[in-house]
């Protein structure tokens, strides 16, 4: 296959606007399925993981691809669901056309326009399928008006609906201003314009023609003379547009009634960009131009562990060509592979490839070290593509096996899944002896406990993590440490007397040596410093860290026989110990900043929460339909705020955050802190 006949289509949209079924329908229509699939029943092409056919939600990017008219066209089946956006992203840049498929009964919803930006972002041209019109109370023209409002007026109708609900028939293409009915096939036969609809189909046509005429002056003058562009021109113009983000053309039909596939299918690969016609992706290193020939350069969107086959990495060739047996350098990593097993994928299945051109996406097997973001390169090219950005984690868990044999299971267990999912993290937080796993919702953390589980057969409990609490002091003083033993033999002795004052928020801990005429012996000092320091890992009040803490050494003694190490570093726990009732101790606690997206009405509900959660609402802005809250809120108070706004908003929120310091925590709450610390204690 030549690249100039390849169309990499990416279905991106919010969950459940029917992207899987319209895979599903192109899949069949173009004849690469026999049957069609139903999620209904797990039996879909591009839903095959099995927390994703039990779910009946997409979880992962999917890749498969179907012949239509000469041409190969990938589909890039995504994750509609906000917490596994990651898959949505990595995979809008390796597309070269999105399709937003937006259902005709919900209309524009919060993916939708957040997806929308991230395609904006990645210079994609875009295209809407406006599904599920055969549903009750699905609408067409009401869909329409709304994507204008929310997208501007680029977008331009180019198919439209004959019927609707179940009485939905056909498709009438705009362009040629003829109509296709289907009945009882999934490929449309002409029939008569209907009477209803010939005003509506002429406005649309003349909006659409003088949208094409417009983009040339000698167009334009001969449509005054009262000559029409040419099919050809207008697919022409409308192509170009696309690729300038100039126009979104709009699509219809219905995935589940195989009504407005095959036209679809058409407007792809007559109107589609081919990968040649690709921006230049954003680089890290080195140049590309986007060419068939010329050095080889792959992206790798996303690696997953298949039991049988090992590490599985989907790739999108950018430039060159990737052949079975090349020797290909991750530059990403600086490392080398050769590309044994390079296959074509088709959902969960396999077709062995020997040579993937230029804008092709296969996958390759048993290549360990590649992740997702690595470029693989004809070696020395120097060529690196940008990783794609991905939100940070919004919650976290804390991860516990179910039997303590299965520890270093789990640990290896997570290791994997974190690499095979850049929206994932783990960390081990040794103060409170937990391993926390954080991500993008409660959803997301439980899918991936059900995936530790079925892949790597360790069975998790998860718990609320423990908040990193952390204390300070707010008063100076003066305390002398002293050691001192005498038990037979050589004794050990040493004394410090250290000084102990606030520092400014972040600071962390400093140690300042002000002795005098050799009081402490050069040699020891160190050791009063990691002694305080020992005794700062446990604070007096709840046992957290102490930070912003200035430790001054200004005197001791010493003995010349008996003084060690170990007895200054004694010296210096008993300094901080001693001094600890005197300092006004506080709690600190985290501070995040919340950035939370709603659609107006549920900016009381929002706001009201916020300042229930002790938070202090430092803005508000608005982005396209929604209103943006930013926030400052104590962490402990946001660890399942990912639940807390699914349930205020309906789903239709969505927030990031970030730590930003710690704070001194409000006497009343600090009490509850040192409370539990002391029952955690007894
Ligand atoms: N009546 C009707 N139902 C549809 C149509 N398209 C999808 N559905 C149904 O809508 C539900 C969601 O469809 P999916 O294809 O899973 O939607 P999705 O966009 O892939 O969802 P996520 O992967 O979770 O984001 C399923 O029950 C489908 O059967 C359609 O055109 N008509
Ligand atoms: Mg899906």
Redesign the pocket.
């Known amino acids: 296959m030549v690249p100039e006949r390849i169309r990499n289509v990416v279905l991106v ?1 919010h ?8 895979a599903e329908a192109l899949l069949n229509t173009a004849g690469a399925t026999t049957r069609v699939g ?3 029943d797990g039996t879909t092409v591009t839903d095959f993981e099995p927390e994703e056919t039990e779910r ?3 979880l992962n990017v999917a890749v498969a691809s179907c012949e239509w008219k000469g041409h190969k066209i990938n589909i890039l ?1 995504t ?3 906000a917490d596994f956006t990651g898959d949505a992203l990595a995979a809008l840049r390796v597309a070269d056309m999105a399709i937003f ?1 937006v259902s005709g009964v919900d209309g524009v919803e919060v993916q939708t326009e957040a997806l929308w930006r991230a395609a904006a972002a990645e210079k994609l041209p875009r295209v809407v399928f406006v ?2 019109l ?2 009750e109370r699905s609408s067409f023209q009401r869909t329409l008006t709304q994507l204008s409002e929310t997208f501007g007026k680029r977008i331009a109708p180019i198919q439209l609906p004959i019927g609707s609900e179940q009485n939905l028939k056909g498709i009438v293409r705009v362009v040629s201003n003829r109509a296709f009915g289907y009945q009882g096939s999934a490929i449309a036969s002409q029939i008569d314009l209907p009477e209803d609809m010939v005003d509506t189909v002429s406005a649309a046509h003349t909006t659409l023609i003088e949208a094409v005429v417009e983009t040339d002056d000698e167009m334009m003058e001969r449509y005054f003379e009262g000559e029409e562009p040419t099919r050809d021109q207008i697919i022409a113009s409308v192509h170009s547009g696309m690729l300038k983000g100039e126009i979104f053309p709009v699509l219809c039909g ?4 195989l009504i407005g596939i095959d036209t679809l299918a058409d407007f792809i690969v007559d109107f589609g960009p081919n990968p040649l016609e690709h921006a230049t992706p954003p680089m890290e290193s080195g140049e590309l131009s986007v060419s068939a020939d010329g050095p080889a350069a792959a992206f790798v969107f996303k690696t997953h562990s298949d039991p049988y086959v090992g590490r599985i990495s989907l790739f999108r060739v950018f430039s060159g060509s990737v052949k079975v047996d090349d020797n290909l350098e991750n530059s990403s990593q600086s490392s080398n592979g050769r590309m044994h097993n390079l296959f074509f994928m088709q959902g969960k299945d396999h077709h062995d490839a020997q040579e993937v051109v230029t804008g092709d996406i296969a996958a390759v097997a048993k290549l360990d070290n590649v992740l997702a973001g690595d470029t693989l390169v004809t070696p020395g090219s120097g060529i690196r593509v940008k990783p794609v950005e991905f939100p940070n984690p919004v919650m976290s868990v804390a991860i516990f096996p179910k039997s303590s044999q299965d520890e270093d299971k789990l640990s290896g267990a997570l290791q994997k899944i974190v690499e095979e999912d850049p929206t994932l993290s783990v960390e081990r937080r040794p103060e409170t002896h937990e391993t926390v796993l954080s991500g993008l919702g409660d959803t997301h953390l439980d899918v991936t406990a059900a995936r530790i589980s079925r892949k790597f057969g360790v069975e998790i409990d998860t718990a609320i993590p423990t908040v990193p609490y952390r204390e300070s002091i707010t008063a100076t003083t003066n305390a002398e440490g002293k050691h001192k033993k005498q038990s037979g033999g050589r004794g050990q002795f040493g004394v410090a007397f250290v000084k102990f004052g606030p520092l400014p928020r972040g600071t962390g801990f400093e140690f300042v040596n002000a002795t005098k005429g050799g009081s402490v012996p050069r040699q020891f000092i160190p050791a009063v410093e990691k002694g305080v320091q020992e005794a700062l890992a446990k604070g007096p009040l709840a046992g957290y860290p102490v930070v912003d803490i200035q430790a001054t050494l200004y005197d001791g003694k010493y003995h010349s026989v008996d003084s060690d190490e170990m007895s200054f570093r004694m010296a210096g726990i008993m300094a901080f110990r001693a001094a600890s009732a005197n300092l006004g101790a506080v709690i600190l606690e985290p501070i995040v900043e919340a950035m939370i997206r709603v659609p107006e009405e549920y900016m009381g509900d929002v706001i009201g929460d916020i300042n229930a959660k002790r938070g202090r609402v430092l803005g508000m802005d608005s982005e396209a339909h929604l209103r943006v809250v930013t926030a400052e809120v104590p962490l402990g108070e946001m660890q399942r705020y990912a639940v807390d706004l699914r349930s205020m908003t309906g789903g239709r929120g969505y927030f990031s955050m970030e730590f930003r310091r710690y704070d001194e925590m409000p006497h009343q709450e600090a009490q509850k802190v040192i409370e539990a610390a002391r029952k955690e204690d007894s």
Not at 15 to 22: A, H, P
Not at 254 to 257: N, P, R
């Open positions: 949209g969950g459940s606007s029917g992207k899987t079924s319209l139903r999620v209904e009946q939600i997409s089946d994750p509609g669901y498929v599904n599920k055969d549903r219905s995935a589940g009634a």
